[in-house]
Nanobody, 119 residues
Framework: QVQLVESGGGLVQAGGSLRLSCAASGRTFSGYSMGWFRQAPGKGREFVASISWSWNTNYADSVKGRFAISRDNAKNMVLLEMNSLKPEDTAVYYC?????????????WGQGTQVTVSS
């Protein structure tokens, strides 16, 4: 069982930056693939970024070059650095975890943290 708690969301002006954190419980964190997803009002949940246990990263085209995902296995945390934020980045951001190396669906989810980007 893995529990995930996101933090770091807030209100920022367009062009600004935020860093989201996801704290994970469990002693096998280093073996999990971690992902960030987001859900904007009235839209479905969409993939943002992921990082495998071997540090392979993937990004949605909409955030490439602006967002960076990383992990700190010593602290059981995954981070999402978000730069050059746009109003369309406004959403609830969710952290997710799965034991598969390339999960097609993540098993564990956090409660989400709100990110609002004003124009």
């Amino acid at each position: 069982q893995v529990q995930l708690v996101e933090s770091g969301g807030g209100l920022v002006q367009a062009g600004g930056s935020l860093r989201l954190s996801c704290a994970a419980s469990g002693r096998t964190f280093s073996g999990y693939s971690m992902g960030w997803f987001r859900q904007a009002p009235g839209k479905g949940r969409e993939f943002v970024a992921s990082i495998s246990w071997s540090w392979n990263t993937n990004y949605a085209d909409s955030v490439k070059g602006r967002f960076a995902i990383s992990r700190d296995n010593a602290k059981n945390m995954v981070l999402l650095e978000m730069n050059s934020l746009k109003p369309e980045d406004t959403a609830v951001y969710y952290c997710a975890a799965d034991s598969a190396s390339r999960p097609s669906a993540y098993t564990y989810w956090g409660q989400g943290t709100q990110v609002t980007v004003s124009s």
